[in-house]
């Protein structure tokens, strides 16, 4: 993300400058990796797509706040997180303009009482297999870099 978009949100007051703090991060990252291992453990039924979507998304939302906080960042909604995620590098790019989509489902289901559906719950989980440890990886290399 270029500087210029950087200080928008800064003004509009979805980003605030923070001290990479190099323990904070690496926990985000560990807790993204253990939130979606244990969605996984949660058998795929049309009453658990809904837990299912939405736990995976937080993973995915905390290795976005993780990526803004290697940057000097404390991320202040869920589009900043998913905006920063999908310029990373990852082998297979293409999964990653999944994710204002989930982000919309997400939000329909916290906020406007919509069930995902058992569809949405499986891409989602095929979307963390696909990618989700790649990220975390990446993010760690980033965060050890950290001094």
Request: neutral net charge; contains cysteine; hydrophobic residues 40%.
């Amino acid at each position: 993300m270029n500087e210029g978009a950087i200080k928008e949100l800064i003004v509009a007051d979805r980003l605030r400058r923070r001290a990479p703090n190099k323990e904070r991060i690496l926990s985000m990252i560990e807790s993204a990796q253990e939130r979606a291992a244990v969605a996984k453990t949660v058998p795929l039924t049309e009453k658990s797509a809904t837990l299912i979507f939405c736990e995976t998304y937080e993973a995915i939302r905390q290795l976005g706040d993780a990526r803004w906080w290697i940057n000097g960042y404390e991320p202040r909604d869920h589009e900043v997180d998913m905006d920063i995620l999908m310029e990373l590098n990852i082998k297979d790019k293409t999964v990653l303009f999944h994710l204002p989509r989930f982000k919309t489902i997400r939000n329909d289901a916290n906020y406007r009482g919509y069930k995902a559906t058992l569809s949405q719950a499986k891409e989602i989980s095929e979307f963390w297999d696909k990618c989700g440890d790649e990220i975390a990886r990446l993010l760690c290399l980033a965060a050890n870099a950290i001094r």
